[in-house]
């Protein structure tokens, strides 16, 4: 009796744990066995963007002589490091040379006979016509100052405004500079010195017209300060917009060669049209002022003939001066020199063959210094800022190893290829390495955004709706809509909740029959 009795305490007990799961299962399981979901977790997200690319040089220059004829001597060989200005290959050049050494001793005679003239003339003075100078000098300053502060501020405007980048700090100047910084990075430091030099010029400006005004109510010797003070500024004015109008036109052939297309080709051909309208007219006037100082110079030192005698002596000396540099100039031309530092990755030259101008002798590449372009699609480029890091394999050495690498610079304008707008991407190895070399195929995968400890679900989960963002969730036996809003989605289809979801929510990720 014992024993039936524990064996019915026993069944009972299988029956009431078995109601307990089966209430259990009917409150909080699924209605639909169909149903799948995932517990909503703490994750990490990482955002890759993947490019092919290629290794190729920071620069490369196929070398050329400028004049024809017989190669004299070849001072480098295929692979060898050169430094900047180093001597690889020259010409015979005995004709330049002697013509270099014909303009050495015409100078030299030119300045002696200078001296002979300035010891043998004694000071004299024709005050009517150094009256007339400083008068005629005067009415060229007035024009000047009459123009001259409206130029500067159109000079500041067209250098120094924001009107190019979408960065506000970065001004014209600084964005024409590095946009060509790949073709020549000197203007970086010019877009710089320019700054300095406009401080400058607004420093000596104030003096410089003060010294015109008293000029203009007083004496002989405040005009004469006042022509002399105002060719002096008005020759900073001009460099500074030679300088810049020198930097925009480079920017412009180099955009024009490349084919480049550019939102701001407006902006830009009216800051040519600007500067290079002001130079024109800063030039007109610095030539008509000179004219002026070099008549009052003259006077000062005695007219007549001997004055006059020596003023031509001056300008012979000038001439000498010129002839030399041309000769110079020419012998240059008889000698390859490197442009930059690098290695020699060709050479045609044997001594004794005769070249012809123009012929591509020497190649050179900068030596170490590798970079790896890539384009890419408008749909990506969004994505990716300049710092941006990643890694690469190459072709060459397979996957297993791996290099890392950053974002060094991002093309403004696009390129069409094949009809898509792509945009040219540049990245350096952290780390240099000997093996990589020109022409390699990079594989690339930029981190370009990371979220750490975020909930994230499947992208399959998130419902859009209108503008808003649902997503599904199970709870006690039922399938609730839910509004959320989303963040990051990275590279393996997983998307960031930034709202709306909690850890350990049951996400609905496929429901049968749901459309």
Do not use: C
Not at 94 to 106: I, K
Not at 122 to 140: D, H, K, S, V
């Amino acid at each position: 009796m014992k024993r039936l009795f524990k064996r019915k305490s026993f069944w009972v007990v299988v029956v009431i744990i078995l109601l307990v799961l089966l209430g259990w299962w009917w409150w909080f399981g699924p209605a639909d066995s169909g149903i799948e979901t995932i517990d909503a977790e703490i994750t990490d997200l990482e955002q890759i963007v993947s490019l092919i690319g290629r290794v190729q040089a920071q620069t490369t220059a196929d070398l050329v002589f400028e004049q024809s004829g017989v190669v004299d001597s070849v001072q480098v060989d295929v692979g060898q490091v050169v430094s900047r200005g180093q001597v690889l290959a020259s010409l015979s050049a005995r004709e330049a040379e002697l013509a270099v050494s014909n303009a050495q001793l015409d100078l030299n005679s030119a300045r002696l006979t200078l001296q002979k003239k300035e010891a043998n003339l004694e000071a004299g003075l024709t005050t009517n016509e150094l009256q007339e100078n400083y008068e005629a000098g005067l009415t060229i300053v007035t024009g000047i100052y009459g123009e001259l502060a409206g130029i500067i501020e159109d000079l500041e405007d067209v250098f120094w405004g924001t009107t190019l980048s979408q960065n506000a700090n970065q001004n014209n100047l600084a964005y024409y500079a590095e946009a060509i910084s790949s073709y020549d990075d000197s203007y970086l430091v010019v877009s710089n010195g320019l700054r300095k030099e406009l401080v400058l010029v607004k420093n000596v400006y104030p003096a410089a017209f003060e010294a015109y005004n008293l000029a203009v109510r007083g004496s002989t010797d405040n005009a004469n300060q006042a022509i002399i003070d105002t060719y002096a500024l008005l020759e900073r004015v001009l460099n500074l917009n030679k300088t810049g109008l020198d930097l925009i036109q480079f920017f412009n052939d180099q955009a024009t060669r490349g084919n480049w297309v550019h939102d701001s080709a407006g902006i830009i051909a009216e800051h040519l049209e600007i500067a290079g309208d002001h130079y024109q007219t800063l030039d007109a006037y610095l030539v008509a002022l000179l004219a002026i100082v070099n008549g009052i110079e003259t006077n000062e030192r005695g007219l007549g003939d001997e004055g006059l005698d020596l003023e031509a002596q001056h300008l012979l000396v000038d001439q000498r001066i010129n002839e030399l540099a041309d000769a110079q100039h020419q012998l240059s031309k008889y000698y390859l020199r490197a442009p930059f530092a690098g290695r020699v990755t060709s050479e045609e030259l044997q001594v004794g063959e005769r070249v012809a101008a123009g012929e591509v002798v020497v190649t050179l590449q900068s030596a170490g210094q590798f970079e790896i372009v890539a384009n890419v699609p408008e749909v990506d480029i969004a994505k990716i800022e300049i710092g941006d890091g990643g890694v690469t394999t190459f072709d060459a050495y397979g996957d297993e190893e791996v290099f890392d690498l950053e974002v060094a610079k991002i093309d403004p304008a696009e390129v069409l290829i094949e009809g898509v707008p792509t945009y040219k991407v540049t990245l350096h190895l952290i780390t240099p390495d000997e093996r990589v070399r020109s022409g390699l195929t990079a594989n690339i995968d930029l981190s370009t955004d990371r979220r750490i400890d975020v909930i994230a679900v499947p992208a399959r989960a998130i419902i859009s709706m209108g503008e808003g963002k649902m997503i599904k969730v199970f709870v006690r036996g039922q399938v609730v809509l839910r509004s959320v809003e989303t963040g990051l989605r990275d590279s393996l289809g997983n998307i960031e909740v930034v709202n709306g979801l909690s850890v350990g929510d049951q996400v609905v990720v496929y429901e049968p029959n749901s459309s």
